[in-house]
Nanobody
């Protein structure tokens, strides 16, 4: 079993920045692909960014160039740095760890972008 704890959300003005963190209960970052998803009110959950076991990263078109996913294996933590935030980035952000048929989710952290 893996527990993921998401943190770092909050209220930020358009154009601002936030850094989300996802702390894993044990050392899984070298054996699981890690991703960040988000879900806005009335919308489906969507993939925002993913980092593979080998360290390759991919981003949705809507955040490419503004968000950066990274990981610190020694701290069992994955990060999502979000810059140039827009009101449409407002959502609950969830961390995910996936391998084969196993998938684990964090509890989510709210990000609100508003003036």
């Amino acid at each position: 079993q893996v527990q993921l704890v998401d943190s770092g959300g909050g209220l930020v003005q358009p154009g601002g920045s936030l850094r989300l963190s996802c702390a894993a209960s044990r050392n899984i970052l070298s054996t699981y692909a890690m991703g960040w998803y988000r879900q806005a009110p009335g919308k489906q959950r969507e993939l925002v960014a993913v980092i593979s076991i080998g360290g390759n990263t991919n981003y949705s078109d809507s955040v490419k160039g503004r968000f950066t996913i990274s990981r610190d294996n020694a701290k069992n933590t994955v990060y999502l740095k979000m810059d140039s935030l827009k009101p449409e980035d407002t959502a609950v952000y969830y961390c995910n760890a996936a391998r084969a048929f196993m998938s684990y989710w964090g509890q989510g952290t709210q990000v609100t972008v508003s003036s």
